[in-house]
Structure formats: structure tokens, C-alpha cells
């Protein structure tokens, strides 16, 4: 398909404002909406990790792409409210927002992941565009919408604009990924976040599945040259390798309150861990409030709380100002 600036457009009269550009956390992927039995709700992994970072008085800027559609207005109001840049949304007349069915199961969830949405088309050009006004602290993809070649083109020019460290939270969605496209983001990320599923994935590609966990993140670290590599467990607690293959382990999350879904921790693990990295905390700092945050999210359903409220108790105890 020919692609005309029109049919790539930006958010119509928007433009990103200057006001701590220099330190923004660019966002590149997926737009969605996790339609529950009952409801449905806005998510998506960028989207989930950019508003948690809205939270916590970082300057997200999300690069995504929606259909033209009620989900987008509702997206753009959305992210409005919580003060969030929109002109990175880009529109498309053809496709639809992406949706995603959630099966709950057990006390957890699998998805459905739709094809050929709107994300799947996120344009190259409209991306640089966006990039234009932004000196980025960190940039952050994924792998969920590389499973097309207009949105694999428009990662490659985001990965080549950002002069930045990059941030690889790889979301394995089956059969929305293959070995070029799990090795291609690796080789681009400096530092990656997975859980230890996805470790165990990851480490069958590369024939590394004989190993123990620790020393196929070693593997792994040497042969992509990644600074640090962090695994989340779950309730088991996460463990970070760091630049000199050291190892830090934080425990679970002290809580015993009641899981309403497990939808958008990982999410929620990879913006505290972000907000960590950025404001200099120490490694077992960063991954015990990472670990004790994502499991605050299960509390809750869907990927995040609607009140910004629930963040103040956390905004205290780790002296962040707004």
C-alpha cells in the first residue's frame, strides 16, 4: 500500500510541547484495548508503562498509532485528562484501534491478540517527525509490534532517531514473534527487561536452554553487548544482571492483599524500574519498589488504578515531587 502523509497524520492541530522535552521518555508500540468479559479497557504495554510514568512526573512521549475510531477518542481523552502528550498518536482511516480479548483463567489471564491493527502501521515518517522536538533521556520499545513490516520500518528509524539509552521490554505474544525479530531487539536494546518465561524462550532461540537462568542472562549480555538485563519471577521477586554480571535479587512483594488480575504488572515492574534507572536509586532499591508497585497494580483490575490518587502513598515514601 502507498502511504500519503494524510493517511499518516498526527493528532490534527497538535504539536508536542516544549516544557521538559529534554527529558522525555520516548515510547514506541502498541495501542490497545484488553476487552474483559465485562468491559474494556485501555492498554497496551507502552501505553501502560508511559501513563504509570505520567504518575511519577516523568515526561512520557508515546509513539503509537490508533484507527479513527471511538477507542481513539476515548484514548486522546484519556490521556488528556492525565496530562499526557498526544501528538505522537498518529491516525489511520483504514484499520482499527487494536483490541485485545482477555481470557481469565485461574486467577490469571491469556490473551487473543487481534491482527492487523492499527499499530501495525505506524509510519516511519510521522514517527521521525514527532522525534524532531525531543532530546530523549531513554527510549523504549517492544517487540509486539514489530509483527509487521511498516511498523518493523518505523522502529528502525524510531531506534535511529532517539540518541538515547534504550530500554527492550520484550512482550512474547504467540505467534506474534520469531527468532530475526527477538535477536534484531536485543542487538538494539542496552537494556532489557523479560519475565522468566520469556527468558526460557528467549534462551531456547539461542541455544542456551542447558544453562542455568543466571548464566543464560550472562549469555545473553555478553553476546548483545546489554548493560543490564532484568528478569521478573512473579510472586517469586525479580533479579537484575548488571553491567559487571553481578546479580541482585529483591524478594516478593510484602502484601497480602487479594490479586483482582495480574493484567499490566509486568508493565507496571518495567515504569518503576524506569523511574529507578532515571533517578539514580540503587539497584535493590529499584527492584524491591519495582516488584512491591507491580504487585500493588494486581490489586486493581486492569493494567492501572483510574485515580492518580493511588500513587500519592507511593510519591511520599520515595520523596517525589510534583
Known sequence: MTYTYGDNRLLSGASLKPENLADAVVLFGEVLADVFPDQSVLGGAPFNVARHLQAFDLTPVLISRTGSDALRDALLEEMARLGMQVAGVQCDEERPTGQVQVILENGSH?????????????????????????????????TLAQRSPQSRLAVERFLQTCNCPVFLDINLREPWYDEATIATS???ADIVKLNEDELAVVAGVFDLDHLSHEAQAMALQQRFGLQQLVVTCGASGSWLLDERQKVTRAAPAGTSQPVA???????????????????????????????????AICQVRGSAPASTAFHQ?????????R
Not at 261 to 289: C, E, H, K, M, N
Open 110 to 142: 491469556r490473551f487473543d491478540i487481534l491482527p492487523d491493527q492499527a499499530y501495525d502501521h505506524i509510519c516511519a515518517e510521522a514517527t521521525q517527525e514527532a522525534l524532531a522536538a525531543i532530546r530523549p533521556r531513554l527510549a523504549y520499545f517492544g
Open 186 to 188: 536485543l542487538g538494539a
Open 261 to 295: 488480575d495480574t493484567v499490566g504488572a509486568g508493565d507496571a515492574y518495567a515504569a518503576v524500574f524506569i523511574l529507578g534507572l532515571l533517578s539514580q536509586w540503587d539497584a535493590p532499591t529499584t527492584l524491591q519498589r519495582a516488584s512491591d508497585y507491580a504487585a
Open 313 to 321: 502513598p507511593l510519591r511520599v515514601a520515595w520523596n517525589i515531587e
